[in-house]
T-cell receptor
Framework: GQQLNQSPQSMFIQEGEDVSMNCTSS?????WLWYKQEPGEGPVLLIA?????ELTSNGRLTAQFGITRKDSFLNISASIPSDVGIYFC????????????FGQGTRLTINP | KAGVTQTPRYLIKTRGQQVTLSCSPI?????VSWYQQTPGQGLQFLFE???????NKGNFPGRFSGRQFSNSRSEMNVSTLELGDSALYLC???????????????FGPGTRLLVL
């Protein structure tokens, strides 16, 4: 099925470090969403972006909707142990399709 | 406000059996979408229901079906289970009446299905 290209696939960092991950697509999206998923749970929405160029923060998280509408990034500053999990980007509204298209996920591991 | 709930949380079935999963959306949400999550394929869209009607469908075989009730609760059914159907099945809800791209979907915790 269709997926976004999300990188990196995994990250191993020290507590306190900043984290950056991104998603790219060959197609334009009208909305970008970032979710976090922990083992045994469904994805939890972190940030929603609705406008090209939009930069939005949620606590230590910051995400941007790329100007070309084909990419987005998520930054986490000063990571803490509870940031561990899998982060997914999702595109919404591609070519009128009424579904979310997901990236493969970035697995974040933090060494205390 | 309660979130999206899914039952059961875990299920074990054998090949050839059929299974029904249930999803209750957030109060006021009328759209329910279903997704399959596997390590190999990631998160894949199954279908969406709105006002008791299937509004969108992904690329899954006819063994996967669903329905929605007047209270917006939705069920998903998989018949003649195969080993490859083992996955986490997630449902997501949204209001469903606005422009799709402007509405955020909220996910439930999922039902983990294991087919032996």
């Amino acid at each position: 099925g269709q997926q976004l290209n999300q990188s990196p696939q995994s990250m191993f960092i020290q507590e306190g470090e900043d984290v950056s991950m991104n998603c790219t697509s060959s197609s334009i999206f009208n909305t970008w969403l970032w979710y976090k998923q922990e083992p045994g749970e469904g994805p939890v929405l972190l940030i929603a972006l609705y406008k090209a160029g939009e930069l939005t923060s949620n606590g230590r998280l910051t995400a941007q909707f790329g100007i070309t509408r084909k990419d987005s990034f998520l930054n986490i500053s000063a990571s803490i142990p509870s940031d561990v999990g899998i982060y997914f980007c999702a595109g919404q509204g591609i070519q009128g399709a009424q579904k979310l298209v997901f990236g493969q996920g970035t697995r974040l591991t933090i060494n205390p | 406000k309660a979130g999206v709930t899914q039952t059961p949380r875990y299920l074990i079935k054998t090949r050839g059996q059929q299974v029904t999963l249930s999803c209750s959306p957030i109060s006021g949400h009328r759209s329910v979408s279903w997704y399959q999550q596997t390590p190999g394929q990631g998160l894949q869209f199954l279908f969406e229901y709105f006002s008791e009607t299937q509004r969108n469908k992904g690329n899954f075989p006819g063994r996967f079906s669903g329905r929605q009730f007047s209270n917006s609760r939705s069920e998903m059914n998989v018949s003649t289970l195969e080993l490859g159907d083992s996955a986490l099945y997630l449902c997501a809800s949204r209001y469903g009446q606005g422009k799709f791209a402007s509405e955020t979907q909220y996910f439930g915790p999922g039902t983990r299905l294991l087919v032996l």
